[in-house]
């Protein structure tokens, strides 16, 4: 199943699917926009096997949400336009939302290709509110994204989450990614192991039960 937004990276935020729902899992499905394309609003969320197409913003909310193994296409914006992925939008320190991606693809849409010479290059995420929570583990990470790697746009870099574990691919390397105090490059399993499903969003509790595959530990061993 497809749902898309048709309005174009000229007419700025323009949602293709919206989710507040607890419990929630999408399977197999594509979500096709420009700048903001997917808005996790609320609640445990779980996306497995999906295809996310966007510009600038386009995974943003305050849920508390897994993407595994997830094709990310960030897409041709408008001339110097951003790209960014993730738009994170935790605002009190005591909440329990974030997000975290494994396992998925992070690359150019066919759109984009033959003109990526012509942009900047794309961030992983930018902090939306104070103490947004994003973590990118055993994904694949493509040369479209910046080195430095996240964006601090709103002036958040100091409260925020911004974790990464066992990426790869030519834009996953960290060695000069943003020297903030709310980034960090997580090397132990002991610690990367609160991002997978069944700590971060309990999902062995209530997966099973919608009938979606999903890998509840590490996929790289």
């Known amino acids: 199943m497809t749902f898309r937004n048709t309005a174009g990276p000229h007419n700025e935020q323009a949602v293709a699917f919206l989710s507040g729902s607890d419990h929630s899992a999408v399977y197999n499905c594509s979500m096709e926009g420009y700048q ?27 849920a508390l949400a897994v993407f595994q193994d997830c094709e990310i296409f960030v897409r041709k914006t408008v001339p110097r336009g951003g790209l960014v992925v993730t738009a994170h939008g935790r605002k009190y320190h ?10 998925c693809t992070i690359t150019v849409a066919a759109d984009l290709k033959p003109f990526i010479s012509e942009y900047s290059k794309a961030f992983l995420g930018r902090p939306w ?10 994904s694949f990470i493509d040369d479209l994204v910046d080195p ?13 989450f911004c974790g990464e574990y066992m990426n790869y691919g030519p834009g996953a390397s ?48």
């Open 36 to 62: 903001d394309t997917l808005y996790t609003a609320a609640n445990k969320q779980f996306y497995k096997n999906c295809k996310i197409f966007g510009t600038v913003d386009f995974i943003f909310g305050d």
């Open 94 to 103: 005591n909440e329990s939302t974030g997000y975290c991606l494994q396992g």
């Open 129 to 138: 509110h104070p103490y947004a929570f994003t973590m990118y583990m055993e």
């Open 148 to 160: 430095q790697g996240w964006l601090d746009t709103w002036g958040y870099n100091e409260t925020t």
């Open 174 to 221: 960290t060695d000069q990614r943003v020297k903030w105090r709310g980034y960090h490059v997580i090397n132990d399993p002991n610690i990367a192991k609160y991002f997978t499903v069944s700590k971060f969003i309990l999902g062995n509790q209530w997966l099973p039960e919608t009938g979606v595959p999903f890998i509840s530990a590490f996929q790289i061993l």
